[in-house]
DNA sequence: TTGTGTTTTATTGCCTCC
DNA sequence: GGAGGCAATAAAACACAA
């Protein structure tokens, strides 16, 4: 043992080193010699060892007899006989043995499974110890307040660990099922990402097919206005007019396709960056089905961008000029209705709400890392 | 029986509280 | 300043495979 032991004179507890108390209570003609020989003569080795493990023999434990006999049924259920103590057994020794033992220094003694038991009962009440349950405890077990603050001391330890491992668990599982939702939405992203340059594409060659369609008109205008002004050289052409806002609305069109693809394909870095965020899943921020739409609106800056079913026929049947439409529709129909095409089955989620697009609840997770 | 890893008991030093 | 808690650590006791 390393060093000089920590005095705790107030506490009454001898430490180690203090010296061979023998006898000193109650029952004080109980001299620790005639205790062991009577032992020897009435147990066998392993109730002798239980016995004289339960009192506790050492120079600082026997400070009474009381002390020794007071721990009920103190037999050893467990443990081998491989202890010091076994040299107890052997008879034509055993003096010389009992010499010896005690000019050894103080040696370690496990408690019983009593004493274990009874101090686990007393732990579970209240795992902090104050001092006069301390005392009765060391009273009741027949140990030294000490010994009884260090058992609650290195107990207090145990469970500690086993509670660091504990949450260690709970954190691991949650980790991977955070884990798991995160390499899905990628692979969900990727899937949006490609149906959106498809879309781009078919949008880009409609807009082709549409100017086009726009020269033609305007030559055909130019004829128009060019016998309305002789009739009636004041009135401004209504069809130049028109045909003319639908140029600019087209090409606000497709700015607004590109704008939109690249909020759902640049946001990468935004996903890498909700990973550190997926700790944080606890705040509203992310249970906020309308968090998407706001942040739609900020990206755009156009707050009437509200994903709802588009009652716009954007079919290629209708006149040319039906791809001139209100920007406040077109995009979403241009995207988002064509989820309905992909692998997913989007058509019967299990919970939706407005604001979701058919995707389930639970998923509207990713709307909060995309946009 | 022995070597080795684990558990339990105990010590030490530092810190906080009263 | 003393009491008590805690972390780190030592060392004995114990379990178990070879």
């Not at 010499?99 to 499974?113: A, G, M």
Request: charged share 30%.
């Amino acid at each position: 043992m390393a060093g000089s032991g920590r005095m705790y004179t107030s506490t009454g507890c001898g430490g180690v080193g203090v010296g061979v108390g023998v006898g000193v209570g109650d029952d004080s003609s109980n001299s620790l010699s005639v205790f062991i020989q009577s032992q020897k003569r009435s147990c066998s080795s392993h109730s002798l060892d239980a016995s004289f493990l339960s009192s506790r023999p050492s120079p600082s434990a026997f400070l009474g007899s009381r002390s020794m006999m007071s721990f009920e049924d103190v037999n050893r259920v467990s443990g081998s006989t491989r202890s010091f103590f076994r040299a107890f057994d052997h008879d034509e020794n055993g003096d010389d043995d009992l010499d010896e033992y005690f000019h050894q220094p103080e040696k370690k003694r496990r408690l019983t499974v009593n004493q274990v038991q009874f101090l686990e009962k007393s732990f579970e009440v209240e795992n902090k110890l104050e001092p006069e349950r301390k005392i009765q405890l060391a009273k009741d077990l027949g140990l030294q307040p000490r010994q009884v603050a260090i058992w609650f001391q290195n107990r207090r330890a145990r469970w500690k660990t086993k509670q660091l491992e504990k949450d260690y668990d709970v954190l691991q599982s949650s980790f991977n099922d955070l884990k798991n939702d995160y390499e899905n939405l990628l692979k969900e992203k990727d899937k949006l990402k490609s149906q959106v340059l498809l879309l781009t594409d078919k949008l880009q060659a409609k807009e082709k097919e549409g100017s086009e369609n726009n020269a033609e008109l305007c030559v055909a205008n130019e004829a128009d206005q060019a016998a309305l002004s002789e009739e009636q050289p004041q009135q401004k052409p209504i069809n130049v007019a028109h045909e003319s806002v639908s140029e600019v609305e087209v090409e606000v069109e497709v700015e607004e396709v590109s704008k939109v693809s690249s909020i759902v394909v640049g946001k990468q870095e935004d996903l890498s960056s909700a990973k550190s965020d997926i700790f944080d899943s606890d705040s509203p921020h992310y249970a906020d089905g309308v968090h998407s739409n706001s942040l739609l609106e900020m990206e755009t800056g156009d707050s009437s961008y509200v994903f709802e079913p588009d009652q716009s026929d954007l079919s290629q049947d209708e006149d040319d000029h039906k791809l001139i439409i209100n920007k406040t529709v077109l995009l979403p129909t241009y995207i988002f209705p064509k989820l309905e095409e992909t692998d997913e089955d989007y058509s019967d989620p299990p919970v939706t709400n407005s604001c979701n697009f058919g995707f389930p609840i639970e998923d509207n997770a990713f709307w909060s890392w995309t946009y």
